[in-house]
């Protein structure tokens, strides 16, 4: 039925709703948090990658100004911690880690020692004042090196310095390199990288007279956070509130447990005071989790028509010092399970080693393991297309899972099923939006006059929301999938939707209004959204994973419709007449074909909240709770298009246009949708070019220690980037999304290399690492050029 | 983070300044735009006893131009250079390098004197004015003392300024009728500072090469004046093989930084480029 006088917000660009407040400075984050009697804590840290602790004299520390207390690793040990990962892939090798160092330190920037005090400068002051006794030992920062004979050995129970070892296999690879024409094999490196937010983390624990715990802090993951503070610092988790205000972005890296988080609630609780700490930015570069930090050699074995036979793929994820929350996850499940990307390739064997190293923690940046996943399947196959000289487009177009074929399991996979898609769609329409093959006739015509331009491609897929939660169970992912959503109605007939999902900026307030708001055909402005807290919340996983629209967004829409239905039992008995014969849009009830005066969805409410006349068996009030759990995982999909120039003779690269075109199913908002394709692309084109966190292979000393070393990209390095949208809606739930937040961090660091690469190709260059900096660039061409002179 | 405790004045005139730093000339620091002091201090790499605000002091202040020549106070800032009309009508190259700094918020707190005095290798000021061949004020004890801008600078945050002196002012000789000057830049994608930065002025007489002077900064331990080059070309003609030639020779005659974005051999073919690029502009 076509009802033109429904309320449809769904498919709308509406601007978001909480802008207003951010944008004119009212936002509220945890270092706003101000409380009566607050103490600052300071965290002094390791100056090196590897050593001993002989001795912690704290002394000449606890006597300083204004300072309350003063604990090194050793006062901790037994009282709170270890710090353990939430997800475990079977047969880990888990290192042990203490919340505060003891007698080792495995990375630059873990802590040591720390200082309570009444003003942050007075602790800062005394932190200067502790002496620690190291015995330096050798340090290794490198995956190769490490699992070599000469790595260092970091903990005892992971021998080799491998936690983890995962296997993913389907068809036969050797049967398929023996019927390939040719195969070829090329060594990719995925540059670390530090997950820049604008805040950086914070935390205030605030004991309460009522003996609970209350703890503000910059999460993604508000509930979880409840669960992993209270487990780890023993408080029981009903007496413990978490709170996370406004957060200037998470990317994954707020969704960790990490010393401060601990630490805090229990000084609080010791000092009978609020503690706050908050993480400077330099603090940031060596103490919160980076990114990527992958080494993959790959194999592909093809025929010369570029049919894809097989692929054959080794990766080495170095995760620093300890594993951190979700790290054993990272580089294996998400990373080489989705190393066949979009292509049909049935015979795929693949190993990944969790290595252990000197440096940072390395966890989940936007789109964890799936921008390995998406660079080993397209650097692959763009090898291939260069190898045969064939048109890139072509051979992705040959090797294409059809339309008809999903839902699609790759490599007979059991763990991964793409459960919708049109890639050869995504084709045309990114093709005719870039003109390709005007742009391609433009590149050869330019390049004979020295202008190297180059057109890239990168197709993606990957799947979204973790789920369902029996089956995250399999691989030791200690949480559940589903998300919870409460929508209580006033007397009044507004709405206060209570959401497990955390918005770090995503708009959540927006669009998750907007999912409700079709169902319970209201005005959009009745309705608010309330997150981020966990005495108001019920309970919730948060948002990670491109989950909260699909997971988040389902279970409002769910309980949405409950209300629905409920309000619907109370207007029959108040029309007197059957339920059935009722019909709900834009906020009335009526009877269709009759002359019975429409009651309002307002009218409904004020009657379920009175309780006069509620017809038998039903409850008053008009307030829903649901806990939703996905029977499956929608798979967005994309293909992205760059065009750029490089100056064969400074290096640098000039991105002249960029379209994206993305499926994402169902689009909620197209605005917050091209909003979210654009930050990602941005930080993907960052790490294809900019971003790079760089060692000292010797000492383990970070050398991007600040924003004047680690090039997080500007308005000047992100090109207009033009976003386009195909829908193909998920099967697996209510509202046909998928999942958008990863998207361009995916595809954008495959189509820029390509990009460069294309560009590159009158030099012969086949290969290029990120970040494809003017200074390397550079040095291949001059390479290129002195090799064809000899 | 939060700085080691320092004791902070907020200096009147000059000469309470030059009083102050004759008192404590190792334990004291100036502060002016902060952009360089103060990440130092909060990263307590640098922890003066005694901070002197020198931010209000009005003979620091401000453009003069005058018939023969140029003078830009000390504490004029990034945004001034690039904003002033006056300035600009002299000598555009102010207003174009300055668009190069950095972004808008550092351009309205840092300036150019703050920039010389602390002689990053990397900054922009110190290729500028050795183009335009400056003289650097100095106030200090004995009074004032000028320093060609070329002899200004003497290894990577080491000039000729002593403890207890003051950069005080830049002074520019009015430059001949038909001097060009452009600068040009190569980006360092995190700190925005150049990778590679030349200046070059420019007077042709009759399609040759009358007046000429390059500065290069970026590339070595401190900016410096490209003479060799200069001298090549001055009397030839900007022919696509002189410019080739003098970048060359700029190129091969400096001994280039190598850091970890950067390698000597990098520096030095972007010297050449530059130089070469920049040549090629004035040359039409």
């Not at chain 1, 050699?297 to 025929?303: D, L, P, Q, V």
Request: charged share 20%; hydrophobic share 40%.
């Amino acid at each position: 039925m076509n009802d033109t006088t429904a309320i449809r917000h769904i498919g709308q660009p509406l601007r978001r709703r909480e802008d207003i407040k951010l944008l004119a400075g009212r936002g509220r984050y945890v270092d706003d948090v101000r409380l009566p009697g607050m103490l600052h804590m300071a965290v002094l840290r390791s100056p090196h990658a590897h050593a001993e602790i002989r001795s912690v004299d704290l002394s000449a520390a606890k006597v300083a100004p204004g300072v309350r207390l003063v604990l090194s690793g050793k006062a901790l040990d037994g009282k709170i911690g270890p710090i353990v990962p939430n997800w475990i892939i079977p047969g880990s090798k888990v290192p042990f880690r203490p919340v505060v160092a003891t007698d080792r330190v495995r990375f630059v920037g873990e802590c040591v020692a720390l200082v309570v005090a009444e003003t942050l400068a007075q602790a800062y002051d005394a932190i200067g004042l502790i002496n620690v006794d190291y015995a330096v030992l050798p340090a290794v920062t490198d995956e190769e090196i490490a699992i070599s004979d000469s790595g260092p050995q970091l903990h005892d129970n992971v021998p080799g310095n491998i936690t983890t070892i995962y296997k993913v296999r389907g068809g036969d690879y050797q049967k398929a390199a023996r019927e390939a024409d040719q195969v070829i094999g090329l060594r990719v490196v995925n540059n670390r990288l530090i997950p820049t937010c604008m805040e950086t983390r914070a935390i205030v624990a605030s004991p309460e007279p009522d003996g609970t715990l209350t703890v503000y802090i910059g999460s993604q993951v508000p509930h979880m956070h409840r669960r992993w503070i209270a487990e780890t610092v023993g408080i029981p988790e009903h007496q413990l509130r978490v709170v996370a205000p406004d957060i200037g972005g998470g990317f994954g890296a707020k969704m960790h447990l990490y010393p401060e988080d601990l630490l805090c609630p229990y000084l609080a609780r010791e000092l009978d005071a609020p503690v706050k700490w908050w993480e400077s930015r330099s603090e940031s570069h060596q103490s919160t989790s980076h990114g990527r930090a992958h080494t993959e050699n790959i194999e592909i074995a093809f025929k010369n028509d570029g049919t894809i036979l097989g692929l054959k793929v080794a990766t080495l994820g170095n995760v620093g010092a300890y594993l951190s929350n979700m790290a054993s996850g990272g580089p294996t499940v998400n990373t080489i399970n989705f190393g066949t990307g979009t292509y049909k390739i049935d015979n795929y064997e693949a190993i990944s080693r969790v290595v252990v190293t000197n440096t940072v923690p390395v966890d989940a940046y936007r789109g964890y393991g799936r921008p390995e996943g998406a660079y080993i399947a397209e650097r692959a196959i763009d090898a291939v297309a260069r190898h045969l000289k064939l048109d890139q487009v072509q051979v992705r177009r040959r090797n294409f899972v059809q339309p008809a074929e999903f839902p699609y399991r790759p490599y007979g996979s059991m763990g991964v099923m793409y459960d919708s898609g049109n890639y050869q769609g995504l084709l045309d329409k990114a093709l005719a939006a870039f003109d390709y093959d005007g742009r391609r006739s433009e590149c050869e015509a330019l390049r004979s006059s020295g202008i190297y331009r180059g057109v890239g491609v990168a197709a993606y897929t990957h799947m979204c929301g973790m789920a369902p939660s029996r089956r995250l169970a399999v691989s030791g992912f200690d949480r559940g999938g589903w998300e919870s959503a409460r929508v209580s109605i006033d007397s009044s007939g507004r709405a206060t939707i209570y959401s497990g999902s955390m918005s770090q900026g995503q708009g959540h307030i927006t669009s998750l209004s907007q999912i409700a708001a079709d169902v319970l055909q209201i005005p959009i402005e009745n309705i608010d959204i309330v997150q981020g807290d966990t005495r108001q919340v019920q309970a919730g996983h948060g948002t990670f994973n491109s989950r909260s629209m699909a997971v988040g967004g389902s279970s409002v829409h769910v309980s949405s419709q409950r209300i629905v239905a409920k309000a619907k039992k109370i207007a029959a008995g108040m029309l007197e007449v059957d339920e059935e014969d009722i019909s709900y849009s834009a906020g009335a009830f009526s009877v269709p074909g009759t002359d019975i005066a429409p009651v309002t969805f307002s009218t409904v409410a004020r009657m379920a909240y009175v309780g006069h006349k509620l017809p038998d068996g039903i409850a008053p009030g008009l307030d829903e709770t649901v806990f939703y759990d996905p029977t499956g995982m929608g798979s967005p999909s994309g293909i992205h298009l760059a065009y750029v120039e490089v100056d064969a003779e400074t290096g640098i690269v000039d991105i002249l246009d960029y379209v994206a075109v993305d499926d994402v199913g169902t689009l909620i908002n197209p605005l917050l949708a091209a909003g979210q394709i654009h930050g990602g692309v941005a930080q993907g084109i960052a790490q294809a070019l900019y971003e790079e966190v760089s060692y000292d292979p010797d000492n383990g000393q970070l050398l991007t220690g600040s924003l004047l070393d680690y090039a997080v990209p500007r308005a000047e390095h992100v090109p207009n980037i033009r976003s386009l949208f195909q829908e193909t809606p998920s099967p697996t739930n209510p509202i046909g999304v998928k999942g958008i937040g990863e998207s361009g961090s995916i595809a954008a660091p495959p189509c820029m290399v390509h990009a460069v690469l294309d560009a590159l190709s009158p030099f012969g260059i086949t290969h290029l690492d990120m970040p494809l900096t003017p200074p390397r660039i550079w040095a291949a061409v001059q390479k290129a050029r002195t090799g064809a002179s000899q | 983070m939060i700085p080691a405790a320092f004791d902070y004045v907020r200096a009147s005139s000059l000469a309470q300044v030059i009083d102050l730093l004759h008192d404590d000339p190792d334990g004291t620091k100036l502060v002016a735009g902060g952009h360089t002091l103060l990440p130092a201090l909060k990263l307590r790499l640098a922890s003066p006893a005694l901070l002197i605000d020198i931010g209000s002091l009005t003979e620091l202040k401000g453009i003069e131009i005058s018939e023969t020549s140029i003078k830009i106070g000390a504490l004029t800032t990034h945004t001034e250079l690039l904003a002033s009309e006056l300035l600009s009508k002299e000598l555009p190259v102010f207003s174009q390098a300055a668009s190069l700094i950095a972004d808008p918020q550092v351009r309205n707190r840092g300036t150019i004197g703050g920039s010389l005095a602390n002689a990053d290798p990397a900054a922009d000021w110190p290729a500028v004015v050795v183009a335009l061949q400056a003289e650097i004020e100095i106030a200090g004890t004995n009074g004032l003392r000028r320093v060609a801008a070329k002899d200004f600078f003497v290894d990577i945050f080491s000039t000729v300024l002593e403890p207890n002196e003051i950069l005080a002012s830049i002074h520019i000789p009015q430059p001949k009728a038909g001097m060009r000057f452009i600068y040009r830049k190569i980006r360092h994608p995190a700190s925005g500072f150049a990778v590679v930065g030349i200046a070059v002025g420019v007077r042709l007489q009759q399609g040759v090469v009358a007046d000429i002077s390059i500065g290069v900064t970026g590339a070595a331990s401190h900016a410096f004046a490209g003479q060799q080059a200069a001298d090549f070309l001055t009397g030839r003609t900007l022919s696509r093989q002189n410019i080739d030639q003098a970048a060359k020779l700029l190129s091969e005659t400096t001994e280039c930084l190598s850091d970890r974005y950067a390698s000597a051999e990098y520096r030095a073919n972007l010297i050449r480029i530059e130089t070469t690029r920049a040549l090629l502009a004035l040359s039409s």
